[in-house]
């Protein structure tokens, strides 16, 4: 007697059912799902492409349009500042290093970016073939830029102005490729680097020198305490601390989050008692099968195992199920992101998703606990006389 095949042909019998269950527990683990490898990745690139800015400086504005424009290249600058004024803040003794960003144009929406040597070190980059830009107009360009536009060094490219547009394209200078970076996995992928002298020359900047914002390294625990205060107060400039504006970021993130989380939970648990419901009805419509079979020799113990197996196979294939409906949908969102900065990746898997699978095979346990107890307490003489 295979319990297994029984327990699976006695789902079937009921497909409308059975379809309903599956796509109640698929749904609720496929938004648990996406929900946690949404956070997980979009934490991880907050944390990854902010390591080693303790401050940025830029116009005034919003702090946090500052942070999102330029660490994580997703949002419009809040303007610019001179260059000569941000320089100052180079020799000042509490600051340890200052790599300036100009910002204003891109290539194919990739963000290009002005800047010096230190924007290479601050994120450790390595370059996969050719050299960093020794002159105005060469470009080293990002794994992520490489791959989609099929470049290599030596290639000549067009900006374009503005940070997504590819109407207004500068065609009186050309960019030429002369180093390509290697992947990284942070924001660097999907950046054009240049030096500042590039951006400058591009919109005739003159003797009016701007940049967009100043990364800064603090030199001592005293300065987090009073630079971005000095700053603030003494300048025209505004200072952002990228850990504090993340953190508000993922406040105002984690509400809708959570609203999504529990309603997917309230699916899954609305998926046990249904199951519960289906298997406690299908139970009665079998009772005088379960008693032939144990005319037949199964135990009372096979009887309860086979019920709840009916409630774990239920609820581990539309775990599965669900699982992999959260990535393909996490990955189709990736797919139609206009910002290849910030794009998720459905094909990472974590570990813990495992904890899905197990909340999943409990629910469906607890689901057929009472009809499996049902069908253990059958009494086959009392059954068996009805008949």
Excluded: C
């Excluded at 774990?312 to 900065?341: M, N, R």
């Excluded at 459905?346 to 495992?354: D, H, I, K, S």
Aim: proline share 3%.
């Amino acid at each position: 007697m295979n319990a297994f095949r029984i327990s699976w042909k006695n789902l079937k019998a009921n497909p409308l059912t059975l379809v309903l269950n599956l796509l109640l527990v698929a749904f609720g683990t496929g938004m648990l799902a996406m929900l946690l490898l949404g956070v997980s990745q979009v934490g991880d690139r907050l944390r990854d492409n902010a390591r080693g800015v303790d401050l940025v400086v830029g116009a005034k504005g919003s702090p946090l349009q500052l942070i999102l424009s330029s660490i994580y290249f997703i949002d419009f600058p809040t303007g610019n500042i001179s260059e000569d004024e941000a320089r100052l803040l180079t020799a000042n003794p509490m600051v340890k290093k200052a790599v300036p960003l100009a910002l204003g144009d891109n290539y194919a929406g990739f963000r290009i970016v002005g800047t010096d040597t230190g924007y290479v070190g601050l994120h450790s980059l390595e370059l996969a073939a050719g050299h960093f830009w020794t002159k105005a107009f060469e470009i080293v360009i990002g794994a992520e830029v490489a791959e989609a536009q099929n470049l290599k060094a030596g290639d000549r490219i067009y900006g374009s102005h503005g940070l997504s547009s590819e109407e207004d394209i500068h065609d009186d200078h050309a960019y030429t490729v002369v180093g390509v970076l290697k992947k990284r996995g942070n924001v660097a992928d999907n950046l054009v680097l240049t030096g500042l002298e590039s951006i400058w020359e591009m919109h005739g900047a003159g003797g009016q020198r701007e940049i967009t914002s100043m990364l800064l390294q603090y030199r001592s625990r005293m300065a987090m305490v009073t630079l971005p205060a000095m700053i603030n107060r003494s300048t025209n400039m505004q200072a952002a601390s990228p850990a504090k504006e993340s953190g508000r970021l993922f406040a105002l993130i984690g509400v809708g989050v959570d609203a999504v989380r529990w309603f997917a939970v309230a699916l899954m648990l609305l998926a046990g008692v249904s199951i519960f419901v289906s298997l406690y009805n299908s139970l009665r419509q079998r009772v005088y099968d379960l008693a032939v079979m144990r005319v037949m020799g199964a135990s009372r113990g096979v009887m309860l195992g086979m019920i709840l197996l009916e409630g774990t196979l239920l609820t581990t294939f539309g775990s599965l199920a669900g699982i992999l409906l959260g990535h393909g949908a996490l990955h189709a969102i990736g797919y139609w992101q206009h910002s290849p900065q910030a794009r998720l990746d459905g094909l990472v898997f974590l570990p813990e998703e495992g904890w899905l699978l197990v909340a999943g095979l409990l629910i469906g346990l607890v689901a057929a606990l009472l009809p499996a107890i049902q069908a253990y307490r059958t009494d086959i003489s009392e059954t068996m006389s009805k008949i």
